[in-house]
């Protein structure tokens, strides 16, 4: 039983990696479809082009005014990034 937990619990992991990979490409791929630089993007989203970066490698901000600030920067209606967020959603679970 616990082999079965552990197979399951990197079957998780792999899946929410999968997840926030999707979404940062997602991101990724909408920032380049416009020109903007990930400095650029970062900028107009008010965060250090590092964390910008970060997204787009699969960290996925829990905090909704982060997500509103990055829907702004990359010119796409806050409720086209929260569609995102949910169709993403694996990334968020335990």
Known sequence: MSMYHST???SSSVTRT???RLFGRMVQNRREAIGRS???AARLAGMESSEW???EAGH???DPARL???A???EVRFDQM???VYLCQGAWAD
């Open 8 to 10: 399951s619990h990197a």
């Open 18 to 20: 999968a997840w926030r």
């Open 38 to 40: 990930v400095e650029e």
């Open 53 to 55: 970066a970060a997204i």
């Open 60 to 62: 996925i901000p829990a």
């Open 68 to 70: 509103r600030s990055m």
């Open 72 to 74: 702004a920067a990359i």
């Open 82 to 84: 929260s569609l995102l």
